[in-house]
């Protein structure tokens, strides 16, 4: 479980060809304090560590990723790709997003940034299955942030939403660096899911 705080900022420095891909992260964390199995989210992709750094030494660790996790998310398992990186929710820790899974449910796609003031408006299209569970004023993790929803646009292409990136945001996550076109990695609200679930139990009731 992940609130979509950005604590880190990793980046891939080695990518293995195995079953599955072994990659490996250099961060900021001190890894004495992350156990071997324990999940690091990286760019929303909920991860299990399987390899560390030893203590004193610069911050390291890797993750096995599988097929099926490559086929579902963005394109970012490659050497110098960096990542967005939250530990898992403790007890006690402050809710300061909103509840994230580490589940990617699709890739959207950029299809505009504008300036806002001192912020960003940055749009995002998304295939049909997705759009019944974004709506104004909602929450939506791309690539493991969590954002507010501004607004909600159905169209013949597909559905766009948009987001305003707050300088903060910017500079501490990588969506400072995003471009038009880039494929981003998107996680639904859990309790749009389920609400959508529901109804449409309800609804053969």
């Given at each position: ?43 929303g ?27 579902r998310?963005a ?8 990542l ?64 507010t929803v ?12 948009q987001?305003?990136l ?40």
């Amino acid at each position: 479980m992940f609130t979509g705080i950005i604590t880190d900022i990793g980046t891939i420095t080695r990518v293995e060809p195995r079953g599955d891909r072994r990659v490996t992260i250099s961060c900021g964390y001190d890894l004495g304090e992350v156990d071997l199995g324990a999940s690091i989210a990286c760019s929303g992709v909920c991860l299990t560590v399987v390899d560390k750094s030893a203590p004193g030494q610069p911050g390291w660790f890797s993750v096995d990723v599988s097929g099926e996790t490559v086929s579902r998310t963005a394109d970012q398992w490659r050497e110098g790709r960096r990542l967005n990186l939250e530990r898992a929710l403790r007890v006690g820790d402050e809710l300061g997003g909103h509840i994230v899974t580490g589940h990617v449910d699709g890739v959207a796609e950029v299809v505009r940034i504008e300036p806002a003031g001192d912020s960003k408006l940055v749009g995002f299209r998304v295939a049909g299955d997705l759009a019944p569970y974004i709506a104004p004023k909602g929450s939506v993790t791309v690539d493991g942030v969590s954002l507010t929803v501004n607004a909600v646009t159905d169209g013949p292409e597909g559905t766009e939403f948009q987001v305003n990136l707050i300088p903060h945001t910017r500079q501490v996550t990588t969506l400072g660096t995003l471009e038009r076109g880039q494929a981003v990695n998107i996680e639904i609200d859990v309790l749009a899911r389920y609400l959508n679930r529901m109804q449409s139990l309800l609804g053969k009731a």
